[in-house]
């Protein structure tokens, strides 16, 4: 079954730090490009960050800039959101994204139902 799944949400104290996972089975995450998006209710869902597929840099909006980093894990066929310095308006639902036709493209270009495989997303609660 081919599936991508988010993990690792939950309530946080602002300037602490979660680690999010985005796992894949039933397919290679390597040689797709990546998007992790968030929502919040009663807003549209906005793109955060954007893994090229061709060369793994990881382009970044303002928002998150300098606190939140994005990495791969080859082996375990996942791919992380490390958040650090989490404020109140991080608070929201995150989503992952993959796509192997995409290779280049800024975080918020490419919507989130445009990817060919989609997580679930998970609770990110920031609040004291």
């Known amino acids: 079954q081919v599936q991508l799944a988010e993990s690792g949400g939950g309530f946080v104290q602002p300037g602490g730090s979660l680690r999010l996972s985005c796992t894949a089975s039933g397919f290679i995450l390597d040689g797709y490009s990546i998007g992790w998006f968030r929502q919040v209710p009663g807003k549209e869902r906005e793109g955060i960050s954007f893994?090229?597929?061709?060369?793994?840099?990881?382009e970044y909006v303002e928002s998150v800039k300098g606190r939140f980093t994005v990495s791969r894990d080859i082996h375990s066929n996942t791919v992380y959101l490390q958040m650090k310095n989490l404020k109140p308006e991080d608070t929201a639902v995150y989503y992952c994204?993959?796509?192997?036709?995409?290779?280049?493209?800024?975080?918020?270009?490419?919507?989130?139902?445009?990817?060919?495989?989609r997580g679930q997303g998970t609770q990110v609660t920031v609040s004291s």
């Open positions: 994204a993959a796509d192997d036709q995409l290779v280049f493209a800024s975080p918020t270009e490419v919507e989130f139902e445009a990817y060919d495989r």
């Open positions: 893994t090229s597929s061709a060369d793994g840099k990881t």
